[in-house]
């Protein structure tokens, strides 16, 4: 009996609990603006990914993860740093602008470190390309990668000016960069559908490392942006109707962000735009199905954990408002989290229960055995996904501010927005100027989506909560390198490709006193 009990612990030990003789290698895909019941594995009625539907059969599924916001760029610093928004610090790309009373630039409150540091220090080459301005540079991204590419026409990626526009970047000539861009505006614009060729980037990226350096692991990241809006799939993925639909909809999307309900789309005129979105989605996720074949054919496949994610959801007047960067329901923050490993993760298996996408750099540091260079508040999901582990009891915060445009009114900061969740709770606190707070209470087991009658907290029932999240998040935050000072100032040019993309939240910020509240207190905005 003893040697039969031996075997069967040998025979477990050699499949999805066995220790990796190699570290392995790391590809994490992040596909912006894809809310996670919109996917076939999640749900959806239509067939918008089936081989994500494939991948996730092959991998753990989470049934619920949550990002720290609802829009791109403190987003993606949460993903690859692991930190609440709240600790590393960005809840504005306004804090490039800032300056003092007397004319001093006050460098950005960025702190942290990036996963593909910790990666990089260990022995990893690193890799990323991505397709949008907010995830450039001269937001902190890029640091720990041996490459830092952005995927499209856009003149930080043009192989002509790069060089010339980084140089000028780096001689802090702002003036210079503008001369040049006004001279070379036509290479300016975000074409629709870079998803090939950063896909296209990467496969040719892993086959240098296959051929040049096949025994060092890599780390990849990906950041995919063809469903984020305007919606445009290509003709043969634009199949979900509404048929004959001859309506003004075309995939656009108002950016405005008072506080107006949009007005003037019809049942119809929202059912084409959700069937572009899907189209997007289904586009997106006939390129992924090409990738993974591409790593099953080079037989990469067992030897890569794959993690498929996004950044933010988008909704689609669920709760009287469309796209996203407005409210933190669950169709703005509940994403897809989705990781594969052959021979070390069960296939088919879904986790009930709350994960985050500030646990993705602590799961990835675990699979590879490397030490975090600064300490991360997030879990390693590994466990949980061997089934070894039961999911629960962690919380995970959310966070938006909003801020007038300059002229709308006195106030800059007129909103502010915290999402907890914990178990099928969240719990969401909205700040209005001289208004008491509104709290209330969604039960996500029995509605999910957040159709039903709301309860309503009183705010001093929750007060004590959030001051110690807080607190916590002081002391988090103090433990994190400052990054600030080593970050460029931003440009106008490249404030106005976000503004076309509906994300430039005002008019650059003329003077405000240096200071370093907590995201979640406001900012240095709020005052």
Not at 416 to 443: A, K, T
Request: a negative charge; hydrophobic letters at 35%.
């Amino acid at each position: 009996m003893n040697g039969l009990v031996s075997l069967a612990a040998a025979l477990l030990f050699a499949t999805c609990g066995r220790e990796p003789t190699r570290r392995p290698n790391v590809l994490l895909v992040s596909i912006d603006t894809l809310r996670a019941d919109h996917l076939g594995c999640y749900g959806y009625p239509r067939d918008t990914s089936p081989n994500l539907d494939r991948f996730a059969s092959e991998g753990v599924l989470f049934e619920r993860a949550v990002s720290t916001t609802s829009w791109t760029l403190p987003a993606h610093i949460s993903m690859l740093t692991g930190l609440p928004v709240s600790v590393h610090g960005v809840c504005d790309d306004r804090l490039w602008s800032r300056t003092s009373p007397i004319g001093h630039r006050i460098p950005p409150p960025l702190r942290g470190t990036f996963l593909s540091e910790s990666l990089k220090a260990a022995g990893y080459a690193t890799a990323g390309f991505f397709t949008f301005d907010f995830l450039d540079g001269v937001y902190g991204f890029g640091r720990g990668f041996d490459r830092w590419e952005r995927v499209g026409a856009e003149p930080f990626s043009d192989p002509v000016l790069r060089e010339e526009l980084l140089a000028l970047r780096a001689a802090g000539d702002l003036h210079a960069i503008e001369e040049l861009l006004e001279q070379h505006s036509e290479r300016a614009s975000d074409p629709q559908h870079t998803t090939p060729e950063t896909l296209e980037r990467a496969t040719a990226w892993m086959e240098e490392q296959r051929r040049d350096r096949p025994a060092q692991p890599f780390f990849l990241f990906l950041h995919l942006f063809d469903v984020h809006d305007p919606y445009d799939p290509p003709p043969e993925f634009d199949r979900f109707g509404p048929r004959d639909y001859a309506g003004p909809v075309d995939g656009h999307v108002e950016h405005s962000k008072d506080e107006e309900l949009f007005a003037g789309l019809s049942p119809t005129d929202i059912a084409r735009q959700v069937a572009l979105y899907d189209g997007g989605i289904a586009y997106v996720d006939a390129q992924l199905g090409r990738l993974f074949e591409w790593l099953r054919e080079k037989e990469l496949e067992e030897d890569t954990l794959v993690i498929v994610t996004a950044d933010h959801g988008e909704e689609f007047f669920e709760h009287g408002r469309q796209a996203h960067h407005r409210q933190l329901y669950m169709e703005s923050i509940q994403v897809p989290l989705i990781l594969r490993w052959p021979g070390h993760l069960p296939a088919g298996s879904r986790i009930g229960g709350t994960a985050g996408i500030i646990d993705i750099p602590p799961t990835i540091l675990a699979a590879t055995r490397t030490r975090p260079l600064a300490p991360k508040p997030g879990a390693d999901l590994l466990p949980i996904a061997r089934g070894e582990v039961k999911n629960g009891g962690r919380m995970y915060s959310s966070l938006l501010n909003l801020f007038r445009q300059r002229g709308t009114g006195e106030d800059q900061a007129y909103k502010r927005i915290e999402s907890l969740v914990r178990g099928d709770e969240q719990i969401l606190v909205s700040w209005c100027r001289d208004q008491r707070p509104r709290v209330e209470s969604w039960d996500l087991a029995n509605d999910p989506r957040e159709l039903g009658p709301v309860r309503l907290l009183e705010w001093e029932a929750i007060e004590p909560q959030l001051a110690a999240i807080a607190r916590g998040y002081s002391s988090f935050r103090l433990r994190q390198p400052d990054r600030g000072r080593e970050l460029p100032q931003g440009n106008r040019r490249l404030k106005s490709l976000l503004a076309a993309n509906g994300y430039a939240s005002s008019d650059e910020v003329e003077t405000v006193e240096a200071g370093d509240r907590l995201c979640m207190d406001g900012c240095v905005f709020w005052r």
